[in-house]
């Protein structure tokens, strides 16, 4: 079992930057993949960016390359998304999410289907 808590949201200028964080509980984090999702009213929950459980590979959502990056610091069982030169259109609860299914593997999972456990999400709003 994995819990996720995010943390980092908040209020931000079109071309500001904020930097969330995903703290992991368990013992299985470093065995994990991680995710970020977001959700806007009325869309479909989609991906942003994920991270193999090795650190060794990422992968972006076209609408976020260039602009996201995620990392991950196993000694803090934390995976965080930076997040700069923002748009109106990145406002949406951004979520992360963990797989275990992936471990041992070169995969990085990037449809939700393949996340097991996610978090509550944290509100980003992006003001023009």
């Known amino acids: 079992q994995v819990q996720l808590v995010e943390s980092g949201g908040g209020l931000v200028q079109a071309g500001g930057s904020l930097r969330l964080s995903c703290a992991a509980s368990?013992?299985?984090?470093?065995?994990?993949?991680m995710g970020w999702f977001r959700q806007a009213p009325g869309k479909e929950r989609e991906f942003v960016a994920a991270?193999?459980?090795?650190?060794?590979?990422?992968y972006y959502a076209d609408s976020v390359k260039g602009r996201f990056t995620i990392s991950r610091d196993n000694a803090k069982n934390t995976v965080y998304l930076q997040m700069n030169s923002l748009k109106p259109e990145d406002t949406a609860v951004y979520y992360c999410?963990?797989?275990?299914?992936?471990?041992?593997?070169?995969?990085?999972?990037?449809?939700?289907?393949?996340?097991?456990?996610w978090g509550q999400g944290t509100q980003v709003t992006v003001s023009s």
């Open positions: 999410a963990a797989d275990q299914r992936s471990y041992g593997s070169s995969r990085v999972p990037q449809n939700k289907y393949e996340y097991d456990y």
């Open positions: 991270i193999r459980w090795s650190g060794g590979s990422t």
């Open positions: 368990g013992r299985t984090f470093s065995k994990s993949a």
